[in-house]
């Protein structure tokens, strides 16, 4: 047999744009979050026909599968597109996408699509759009952005600024109502803060803050009262919705029931958006279940390690809030249908079905892949480098 060498997509030599983005970007990252997207795409096929049961206007069975597709394509446009901007673009593209979450926000009350009474949602034509899905990759790096700026000593005020975005985002989320964004949000700004090393005084004092705005929530928000009760005592009320995707998830056992064989996500609601996990374990089993969640683990783990070991105090803490944030959403969606935490609509990265939320995880991947990308100087000397490639001039 004749032997023969392989031959990458782009040659070492080749200095055009989609070149250097091939030899700069960390393909790892970039395969982990395609095989998500993909897994996505394959399983909204088998949870589009029970799906459309709740609404009997749809008659095509695959009708969330087609518009998954959509949106799984503009996502991924969108990833690939903002991967290859240099740490400026995505400061500006973080700005624009903040102050543009932030005036849809401001209108919601006005102009918004009330669902199951929270005004989360705008009509666009013949879709939905959820704004906060924009606004929390936004504000991380504009809240990185702010911290650095502050540590330069030029005058900047920097941490009032990015108190006053974080105050304002959570301020419009408040009023929707949508606690768990607010949570999420919160949860990562902090880690941002923390990273951006600021004294640990004020990481204590903002965790007690924190503390005790969660307790206020608690007594201002009756659905956070009531969504407590269901899951410290279940056996009071109603628990249809967890208790449906609980079973799904038992039924899956080790390898699953098999494609298209799924009996119990029939009756699971939001079995396509936000218990999408519970349906891939009935189907495929724990199997599905561990590589979905080792995909999510080294997506974070590896976009941890690649962002320590950036030079520039902004590249690092927006990049490490980044890879945060996903995997913080990952692991709450998951905790959701695994019943470890109490029930909250907040939808699995790439996963989901959901034009708002796809479209919002191919910024949020983009931008990280973006500030992580090989370049002169942004690497500390001496680091290790994936691939053992050198940095392109």
Same mark, same amino acid.
């Given at each position: 047999?004749?032997?023969?060498?392989?031959?990458?997509?782009?040659?070492?030599?080749?200095?055009?744009?989609?070149?250097?983005?091939?030899?700069?970007?960390?393909?790892?990252?970039?395969?982990?979050?395609?095989?998500?997207?993909?897994?996505?795409?394959?399983?909204?096929?088998?949870?589009?026909?029970?799906?459309?049961?709740?609404?009997?206007?749809?008659?095509?069975?695959?009708?969330?599968?087609?518009?998954?597709?959509?949106?799984?394509?503009?996502?991924?446009?969108?990833?690939?597109?903002?991967?290859?901007?240099?740490?400026?673009?995505?400061?500006?593209?973080?700005?624009?996408?903040?102050?543009?979450?932030?005036?849809?926000?401001?209108?919601?009350?006005?102009?918004?699509?009330?669902?199951?009474?929270?005004?989360?949602?705008?009509?666009?034509?013949?879709?939905?759009?959820?704004?906060?899905?924009?606004?929390?990759?936004?504000?991380?790096?504009?809240?990185?952005?702010?911290?650095?700026?502050?540590?330069?000593?030029?005058?900047?005020?920097?941490?009032?600024?990015?108190?006053?975005?974080?105050?304002?985002?959570?301020?419009?989320?408040?009023?929707?109502?949508?606690?768990?964004?607010?949570?999420?949000?919160?949860?990562?700004?902090?880690?941002?803060?923390?990273? &951006?090393?600021?004294?640990?005084?004020?990481?204590?004092?903002? $965790? =007690? !803050? +924190?503390?005790?705005?969660?307790? *206020? @929530?608690?007594?201002?928000?009756?659905?956070?009262?009531?969504?407590?009760?269901?899951?410290?005592?279940?056996?009071?009320?109603?628990?249809?919705?967890?208790?449906?995707?609980?079973?799904?998830?038992?039924?899956?056992?080790?390898?699953?029931?098999?494609?298209?064989?799924?009996?119990?996500?029939?009756?699971?609601?939001?079995?396509?958006?936000?218990?999408?996990?519970?349906?891939?374990?009935?189907?495929?089993?724990?199997?599905?279940?561990?590589?979905?969640?080792?995909?999510?683990?080294?997506?974070?783990?590896?976009?941890?390690?690649? &962002?320590?070991?950036?030079?520039?105090?902004?590249?690092?803490? $927006? =990049? !490490? +809030?980044?890879?945060?944030?996903? *995997? @913080?959403?990952?692991?709450?969606?998951?905790?959701?249908?695994?019943?470890?935490?109490?029930?909250?609509?907040?939808?699995?990265?790439?996963?989901?079905?959901?034009?708002?939320?796809?479209?919002?995880?191919?910024?949020?991947?983009?931008?990280?892949?973006?500030?992580?990308?090989?370049?002169?100087?942004?690497?500390?000397?001496?680091?290790?480098?994936?691939?053992?490639?050198?940095?392109?001039?």
């Amino acid at each position: 047999m004749t032997a023969h060498n392989y031959s990458p997509a782009f040659s070492r030599n080749d200095q055009s744009p989609l070149a250097k983005w091939f030899w700069t970007v960390d393909r790892g990252l970039l395969a982990a979050a395609l095989t998500l997207v993909a897994l996505g795409v394959a399983l909204s096929f088998a949870s589009s026909p029970a799906a459309i049961l709740a609404d009997q206007s749809i008659t095509d069975p695959f009708h969330y599968s087609w518009r998954m597709i959509v949106w799984a394509s503009m996502g991924l446009v969108i990833m690939m597109t903002t991967s290859l901007l240099s740490p400026r673009g995505v400061r500006r593209i973080a700005l624009l996408g903040l102050l543009g979450a932030i005036v849809v926000m401001t209108a919601l009350p006005f102009i918004g699509n009330e669902v199951k009474g929270a005004a989360r949602w705008v009509n666009l034509g013949p879709f939905s759009l959820q704004p906060s899905e924009f606004a929390k990759p936004s504000l991380i790096v504009v809240a990185a952005w702010m911290f650095s700026e502050a540590q330069k000593g030029k005058g900047v005020p920097g941490v009032s600024i990015a108190f006053a975005a974080w105050a304002l985002t959570v301020g419009l989320l408040l009023i929707q109502p949508d606690i768990g964004q607010t949570l999420l949000i919160t949860t990562t700004f902090m880690a941002v803060f923390f990273m &951006a090393g600021v004294p640990l005084k004020w990481v204590a004092a903002l $965790a =007690a !803050a +924190g503390a005790a705005g969660v307790v *206020g @929530l608690y007594f201002a928000f009756s659905h956070m009262r009531d969504r407590l009760s269901r899951f410290f005592s279940p056996e009071t009320t109603d628990t249809h919705q967890i208790d449906r995707a609980s079973e799904a998830i038992r039924a899956g056992g080790l390898v699953g029931r098999g494609v298209g064989e799924g009996v119990m996500k029939r009756s699971v609601p939001d079995l396509h958006t936000d218990f999408i996990y519970s349906v891939g374990a009935e189907e495929f089993g724990l199997v599905l279940s561990l590589a979905m969640i080792s995909l999510y683990a080294f997506i974070v783990v590896r976009g941890m390690r690649r &962002a320590m070991k950036l030079t520039d105090p902004f590249e690092q803490t $927006a =990049a !490490a +809030g980044l890879f945060m944030l996903i *995997g @913080l959403q990952a692991s709450i969606n998951i905790a959701v249908n695994l019943n470890l935490i109490p029930t909250k609509g907040m939808t699995l990265p790439f996963i989901s079905y959901g034009g708002s939320s796809m479209l919002a995880m191919g910024l949020t991947m983009g931008l990280a892949l973006a500030l992580t990308r090989r370049r002169p100087g942004a690497y500390e000397p001496g680091a290790s480098l994936p691939q053992g490639r050198r940095i392109l001039p």
